[in-house]
C-alpha cells in the first residue's frame, strides 16, 4: 500500500531533509509508533521497513523503546513463525 502526504513546499524546504530521507524518517516514525502502541510485532515493523528483525530491534532500542513488553512472549514467536511460513 501506498499513502501520500501533502507538506507544504515552504516546510518541506525548511526542515533540511530530501524526499527520500524524509520518506525514510516517517515511515520509521511510524512503525516505531505502531510498535509502542502494541499495533505490530517486531517482525511486523522489520518488514515495514525492509530490515531484518535484528536491525529493527536495534531501531527500536536507539529511541528507548522496550524490546520486549509486557504481553506473553510466546505471542511474538507464534507471530513471527507466521509470518516466515
Known amino acids: 500500500m501506498n499513502l501520500a502526504i501533502n507538506i507544504p513546499d515552504n516546510i518541506f524546504f525548511g526542515i533540511n531533509e530530501t524526499e527520500q530521507s524524509l520518506s ?17 510485532s517486531l517482525a511486523q515493523g522489520a518488514k515495514m521497513l525492509s530490515v531484518d528483525i535484528y536491525e529493527f530491534m536495534s531501531l527500536v532500542s536507539k529511541h528507548h523503546i522496550p524490546v520486549i513488553h509486557d504481553y506473553d512472549i510466546v505471542d511474538e514467536v507464534t507471530r513471527v513463525k507466521h509470518i516466515l511460513k
Do not use: G, P, V
Not at 28 to 40: D, F, P, V
Open 24 to 40: 525514510k524518517l516517517l515511515k520509521e516514525k511510524l512503525a516505531l509508533e505502531l510498535y509502542t502502541s502494541h499495533q505490530i
